[in-house]
């Protein structure tokens, strides 16, 4: 045996990959990693210093996990994808894997990538960095090369042939050359590492994997071409475990082995079945005892290459080998979800267990230090997944995280967070003050080149008074600044009435000398806005810290102390209602005049008995903008709008609230509004004794119900088709087959709603006839005549008829779907333009397309207007990039748009969306699409359309 190349004196037992010779283990043990460079790859090699990868990988993934609970859709169609309930307890790690990063919602987008979106400003470089790369995690089967103990696995991808070296120290400890392993690898830093995610695949798989895998990637690929390689691999994951799952269902479940081979246990039970709980439990708990007693005997890179035992009986490596048994007392623990107690091995090796020091006080970290930035981040993105409304609360939260770096991260979300980032920036910063960062905040308030909402969030959290604002704000700024601040204070205490307690704290952040002039800015604010300053200012009477102002808020408030809080209100609301259409749905419009002769106005769009669509409010609208809205509204709902009381309004919308399990983001506001009014009780007509057929087809013929008040072809998708015209006993059949369905709640319903809506109309007899008709259906569903008369009226083929003039869409689309999602345009140009047309076009054909499914199984409002946007987006960047479009290749676009869920709609887009170029966009005066003239963004930010007559 050659000498040590290192020493030359001793023999050179281990092969040294860094000097290409043998080398001893005293040489090795002392000058690896100091005097020699050691690879990575080395499995004697151990890096000196902590390393934090694992634990910065692993909080990355608690933070994906936690927020796919905030995305339970999507959530759910992936889980539906991989195989819902029968995914089996072998697949279980895949299928969390797939959810996160692999499946794809309509826009093209993982989870990981809406997380990025959303929350990126709150993660640290290296937490960052590992999301980067988990957006492309790679999926493959893998073949283990070599094992290099508690360091790395040599690896090849199977389906391409890349070898790499992924560094994973707990894989090695149960992983044998020649293991198969579906597993998903990422890239962090230049190093491979597997995302924690593993299936072992038995050998005799191989082919059918690889296989299954070779033919999704080459459908994929043909089916998107331009898709990456990342997106491709994460979309064969669902037919490899489909094969999979196949192969087994007739066979013998996968087995567990150990490194040697050796099969530890089925998991399947001794009549097939998969075990239970308790007994996976019990099979893990053997597992881990197996492992820990053949890894006693193995050599241990961290042990200076000698085995447990042998360490034991060193000194100086005892504390290192307790270090070991404890971490993996506590990694068995962990995985097996109970404690995990090894004190048979401290016996057997003859070493004392580590005493834990006793907890005391737990510390406060230091502002300024990297753990206290680490916790200010933890703290405000846990506040973002669950909002405090008490302000109090709120403010304490952010203080025990450390204000400092509270503060400083908060400014990072004002800088690069997104608008919702941005906005809770603006509610927080105010609390705890500028601090440190004022200098940071001063430069955004400098900015010109950047958005108002920016510099007025900065304006809001530097305070009001602040003496360098000035030098850096003209008038025009601050009428600007101003008004957006107030119009928001306003949106705010609709959306959280505590919220007025940030009167007060503004006032408290005042030196006492400019408190009198902010709180005249204030209250100038409160007039126009017409809010009662009882409400307003009834905290700040409280607060000792304002008596300087007490008697001035006296006078404000003591005028209007006979009169109730929300008289100013009430006096000068008005509210409206639609009729019901024949998905279930009604428009609630309310309106409060201002005292500066405008109005703020909030719409609702609600199911009858069901939950909150969609809506909006605005403030600062003329009286003809009002008038104009009500038309419109009363137009796209196919119904007149008839006057109601504020309170009954309110009580509808609680209602509506109360049964809405995720409230979109752009409806707070307006619900707010509502809630200004106390509840009110909704008029209940007398049902007539009886109401025939014959009495509610008359009604039926009338202009509220004559568009809307049928079955369509989604109601009647699984009912055999009728003759013409439909006859009784088809009629009776399918009244039958559809009162097992969510139909009948849905019909009792609207019936309801339109007895209540006639009756507010001054018709009682059409009200009695429609409360006889909610009873009577709800009754017996079968032999309702309402429903009767509704069969008879069906339209199967309604709705797929596309009239150019529906595709302008209608104000309350175009300006739900600009807010939404292009509020961050501040110079829209002609590409912005096309996209807020396109969009809105492709919600009306959407919502055609829906139609053919059951109403009460179209998907919600929100939900159509994202994948709406999404196929907008992509046709307005092809047409504006190839004015001479390609038309199959426009029907392509729509298709990678729409995904696979919803790709039986690109026909219809397809048709519809060349209807609307060439009928509307070829001779629009914007000309969006070629070369834009003055006007776009006069016409991008109205709510109708350049052409709408």
């Given at each position: 045996?050659?000498?040590?190349?290192?020493?030359?004196?001793?023999?050179?037992?281990?092969?040294?990959?860094?000097?290409?010779?043998?080398?001893?283990?005293?040489?090795?043990?002392?000058k690896r990693?100091?005097?020699?460079?050691?690879?990575?790859e080395?499995?004697?090699?151990?890096?000196?210093?902590?390393?934090?990868s694992?634990?910065?990988?692993?909080?990355?993934?608690?933070?994906?996990v936690?927020?796919?609970?905030?995305?339970?859709?999507?959530?759910?169609?992936?889980?539906?994808?991989?195989?819902?309930a029968?995914?089996?307890?072998?697949?279980?790690?895949?299928?969390i894997?797939?959810?996160i990063?692999?499946?794809?919602?309509?826009r093209?987008?993982?989870l990981?990538?809406?997380?990025?979106?959303q929350r990126?400003a709150?993660?640290?470089?290296?937490?960052?960095?590992?999301l980067?790369?988990?957006?492309?995690a790679?999926f493959?089967?893998?073949?283990?090369r070599?094992?290099?103990l508690?360091?790395g696995?040599?690896?090849?991808?199977?389906?391409?042939?890349?070898?790499?070296?992924?560094?994973?120290?707990?894989g090695?400890?149960?992983?044998?050359a020649?293991?198969?392993l579906?597993?998903?690898?990422?890239?962090?830093?230049?190093?491979?590492v597997?995302?924690?995610?593993?299936?072992r695949i038995?050998?005799?798989?191989?082919?059918?994997?690889l296989?299954?895998?070779?033919?999704?990637?080459?459908r994929?690929?043909?089916?998107?071409?331009d898709?990456p390689e990342?997106?491709?691999?994460?979309?064969?994951?669902?037919?490899?475990?489909?094969a999979?799952?196949?192969?087994?269902?007739d066979?013998?479940?996968?087995?567990?082995?150990?490194?040697?081979?050796?099969?530890?246990?089925?998991l399947?039970?001794p009549?097939?079945?998969?075990?239970?709980?308790g007994?996976l439990?019990?099979?893990?708990r053997?597992?881990?005892?197996h492992?820990?007693?053949h890894w006693l005997?193995?050599?241990?890179p961290?042990?200076d290459g000698?085995?447990?035992?042998?360490?034991?009986?060193?000194?100086?490596?005892?504390?290192?080998l307790?270090?070991?048994?404890?971490?993996?007392?506590?990694?068995?623990?962990?995985q097996l979800?109970?404690?995990?107690?090894?004190?048979?091995?401290?016996?057997e090796?003859g070493?004392e267990r580590?005493?834990?020091?006793t907890?005391?006080?737990?510390?406060?970290?230091?502002?300024d230090r990297?753990?206290g930035?680490?916790?200010?981040?933890?703290?405000?993105?846990?506040?973002?997944?669950?909002?405090?409304?008490?302000?109090?609360k709120l403010?304490?939260?952010?203080t025990?995280a450390?204000?400092?770096?509270?503060?400083?991260?908060?400014?990072?979300?004002?800088e690069?967070?997104s608008?919702?980032?941005?906005?809770?920036?603006?509610?927080?910063?105010?609390?705890i003050g500028?601090?440190?960062?004022?200098?940071r905040?001063?430069?955004l308030?400098?900015?010109?080149?950047i958005?108002?909402h920016?510099?007025?969030?900065?304006?809001?959290?530097l305070g009001?008074?602040?003496?360098d604002?000035?030098?850096?704000?003209?008038?025009?700024d601050?009428?600007?600044?101003?008004?957006?601040?107030?119009?928001?204070?306003?949106?705010?205490?609709?959306t959280?009435?505590?919220?007025?307690?940030?009167?007060?704290?503004?006032?408290m952040?005042?030196?006492?000398?400019?408190?009198?002039?902010v709180?005249?800015r204030?209250?100038?604010?409160?007039?126009?806005?017409?809010?009662?300053p009882?409400?307003?200012?009834?905290?700040?009477?409280?607060?000792p810290?304002?008596?300087d102002?007490?008697?001035?808020?006296?006078?404000?408030?003591?005028?209007?102390?006979?009169?109730?809080?929300?008289?100013?209100a009430r006096?000068?609301?008005?509210?409206?209602v639609?009729?019901?259409?024949?998905?279930?749905a009604?428009?609630?419009?309310?309106?409060?005049?201002?005292?500066?002769g405008?109005?703020?106005v909030?719409?609702?769009c609600?199911r009858?008995?069901?939950?909150?669509?969609?809506?909006?409010?605005?403030?600062?609208?003329t009286?003809?903008r009002?008038?104009?809205?009500?038309?419109?509204?009363?137009?796209?709902s196919?119904?007149?709008?008839?006057?109601?009381?504020?309170?009954?309004?309110s009580?509808?919308v609680?209602d509506?609230?109360?049964?809405?399990?995720?409230?979109?983001?752009?409806c707070a506001?307006?619900?707010?509004?509502?809630?200004?009014?106390?509840?009110g009780?909704?008029?209940?007509?007398t049902?007539?004794?009886?109401?025939?057929?014959?009495?509610?087809?008359?009604?039926?013929?009338?202009?509220?119900y004559?568009?809307?008040?049928?079955?369509?072809?989604?109601?009647?998708?699984?009912?055999?088709?009728?003759?013409t015209?439909?006859?009784?006993?088809?009629?009776?059949?399918?009244?039958?087959?559809?009162?097992?369905?969510p139909?009948r709640e849905?019909v009792v319903?609207?019936?309801?709603h339109?007895?209540?809506?006639h009756?507010?109309?001054?018709?009682?007899?059409?009200?009695?006839m429609?409360?006889?008709?909610a009873r009577?259906?709800?009754?017996d569903?079968?032999t309702?005549?309402?429903?009767?008369?509704?069969l008879?009226?069906h339209?199967?083929?309604?709705?797929?008829?596309?009239d150019?003039?529906?595709?302008?869409g209608?104000?309350?689309q175009?300006?739900?779907?600009r807010?939404?999602?292009?509020?961050?345009?501040?110079?829209?140009?002609?590409?912005?333009?096309?996209?807020?047309?396109?969009s809105?076009?492709?919600?009306?054909?959407l919502l055609?397309?829906?139609?053919?499914?059951?109403?009460?199984?179209?998907?919600?409002e929100?939900?159509?207007?994202?994948?709406?946007?999404?196929?907008?987006?992509?046709?307005a960047a092809?047409?504006t990039?190839?004015?001479?479009?390609?038309e199959?290749?426009?029907?392509?676009?729509?298709?990678?748009?729409?995904?696979r869920t919803?790709?039986?709609?690109?026909?219809h887009?397809?048709?519809?969306?060349?209807?609307?170029?060439?009928?509307?966009?070829?001779?629009c005066p914007?000309?969006?699409?070629?070369s834009?003239?003055?006007?776009t963004?006069?016409a991008?930010?109205?709510?109708v359309?350049p052409?709408?007559p």
């Amino acid at each position: 045996m050659a000498k040590c190349a290192s020493c030359g004196a001793r023999k050179g037992k281990r092969e040294c990959p860094a000097l290409g010779a043998g080398i001893c283990a005293a040489c090795c043990g002392q000058k690896r990693g100091v005097q020699i460079d050691c690879p990575d790859e080395c499995g004697f090699y151990v890096p000196r210093g902590p390393d934090r990868s694992v634990e910065v990988f692993d909080r990355v993934i608690e933070k994906l996990v936690e927020f796919s609970k905030s995305r339970p859709s999507m959530m759910r169609e992936a889980v539906v994808a991989f195989g819902g309930a029968d995914v089996q307890s072998w697949e279980h790690v895949i299928a969390i894997a797939y959810t996160i990063y692999g499946h794809r919602d309509a826009r093209g987008r993982c989870l990981a990538d809406i997380y990025h979106e959303q929350r990126a400003a709150l993660l640290s470089r290296d937490q960052l960095a590992v999301l980067e790369a988990l957006r492309e995690a790679r999926f493959s089967l893998f073949e283990v090369r070599k094992v290099h103990l508690e360091t790395g696995l040599d690896i090849v991808d199977l389906v391409d042939g890349d070898a790499m070296f992924v560094h994973e120290k707990e894989g090695t400890r149960t992983a044998a050359a020649h293991d198969l392993l579906l597993t998903w690898v990422v890239s962090v830093g230049g190093r491979h590492v597997t995302s924690g995610a593993a299936a072992r695949i038995m050998r005799g798989n191989r082919a059918l994997v690889l296989d299954t895998m070779r033919d999704a990637l080459e459908r994929h690929r043909a089916d998107h071409p331009d898709a990456p390689e990342h997106v491709a691999r994460g979309a064969a994951v669902v037919p490899v475990h489909r094969a999979l799952r196949e192969r087994h269902a007739d066979g013998p479940a996968p087995e567990l082995r150990n490194t040697d081979g050796e099969t530890l246990a089925s998991l399947a039970g001794p009549d097939g079945d998969d075990l239970d709980p308790g007994q996976l439990a019990e099979l893990d708990r053997e597992i881990g005892v197996h492992f820990v007693r053949h890894w006693l005997d193995l050599e241990i890179p961290a042990l200076d290459g000698m085995t447990p035992r042998q360490a034991a009986r060193v000194p100086r490596m005892r504390e290192a080998l307790v270090d070991l048994v404890d971490g993996y007392e506590n990694t068995l623990a962990h995985q097996l979800d109970e404690p995990m107690d090894l004190g048979w091995v401290y016996e057997e090796l003859g070493i004392e267990r580590q005493v834990a020091p006793t907890p005391g006080p737990e510390p406060t970290p230091a502002p300024d230090r990297p753990d206290g930035l680490e916790a200010a981040r933890e703290a405000i993105e846990r506040l973002m997944q669950a909002p405090i409304q008490d302000l109090e609360k709120l403010t304490h939260v952010l203080t025990r995280a450390g204000t400092d770096a509270s503060r400083t991260v908060l400014v990072d979300l004002v800088e690069r967070g997104s608008g919702i980032q941005e906005d809770f920036a603006a509610i927080c910063l105010p609390l705890i003050g500028p601090g440190l960062e004022r200098d940071r905040l001063l430069a955004l308030v400098r900015d010109r080149s950047i958005c108002v909402h920016r510099r007025i969030t900065a304006v809001m959290a530097l305070g009001p008074g602040d003496p360098d604002l000035e030098q850096y704000m003209d008038e025009e700024d601050y009428d600007l600044i101003d008004g957006r601040i107030f119009d928001r204070l306003f949106q705010t205490i609709l959306t959280d009435p505590d919220g007025l307690s940030a009167i007060s704290q503004l006032l408290m952040d005042q030196d006492a000398p400019k408190r009198p002039e902010v709180l005249e800015r204030i209250e100038r604010a409160r007039r126009v806005l017409v809010l009662p300053p009882s409400v307003l200012y009834g905290q700040c009477l409280q607060e000792p810290g304002l008596a300087d102002l007490h008697d001035r808020l006296l006078e404000l408030v003591s005028p209007e102390r006979t009169a109730s809080a929300a008289a100013p209100a009430r006096r000068d609301a008005t509210a409206l209602v639609s009729s019901c259409d024949g998905t279930g749905a009604y428009q609630l419009l309310l309106h409060v005049e201002r005292r500066d002769g405008r109005h703020s106005v909030a719409s609702l769009c609600v199911r009858a008995g069901g939950d909150v669509r969609n809506g909006f409010s605005m403030t600062g609208v003329t009286r003809e903008r009002v008038d104009e809205l009500v038309e419109r509204t009363a137009s796209s709902s196919g119904s007149r709008l008839v006057p109601m009381e504020p309170e009954v309004a309110s009580t509808l919308v609680r209602d509506a609230v109360d049964v809405t399990s995720s409230m979109p983001a752009d409806c707070a506001a307006a619900v707010g509004f509502f809630g200004l009014f106390d509840a009110g009780t909704s008029p209940a007509p007398t049902p007539a004794a009886s109401v025939t057929a014959e009495e509610l087809s008359s009604l039926l013929e009338r202009e509220a119900y004559m568009d809307a008040w049928f079955f369509d072809g989604g109601d009647l998708a699984d009912i055999e088709p009728p003759p013409t015209p439909a006859s009784r006993s088809w009629i009776e059949r399918a009244a039958r087959t559809m009162a097992s369905t969510p139909a009948r709640e849905s019909v009792v319903a609207m019936a309801r709603h339109m007895a209540m809506w006639h009756s507010l109309a001054d018709e009682p007899a059409s009200a009695s006839m429609m409360a006889a008709a909610a009873r009577m259906t709800e009754d017996d569903f079968a032999t309702s005549p309402l429903v009767h008369v509704m069969l008879a009226n069906h339209h199967p083929g309604h709705g797929q008829d596309i009239d150019p003039r529906w595709l302008l869409g209608d104000p309350v689309q175009r300006r739900s779907l600009r807010a939404r999602f292009l509020s961050s345009v501040k110079r829209p140009r002609g590409r912005a333009m096309a996209e807020l047309d396109m969009s809105v076009a492709s919600f009306v054909l959407l919502l055609q397309h829906f139609a053919s499914r059951p109403s009460y199984a179209r998907p919600p409002e929100q939900d159509v207007e994202e994948l709406a946007h999404e196929v907008g987006r992509r046709v307005a960047a092809y047409l504006t990039k190839n004015r001479g479009q390609d038309e199959g290749r426009i029907h392509e676009v729509i298709e990678r748009a729409l995904g696979r869920t919803h790709r039986d709609a690109a026909p219809h887009l397809f048709e519809g969306l060349l209807t609307y170029y060439y009928t509307y966009c070829l001779r629009c005066p914007v000309d969006c699409f070629g070369s834009p003239r003055r006007g776009t963004a006069e016409a991008f930010n109205s709510d109708v359309h350049p052409l709408e007559p």
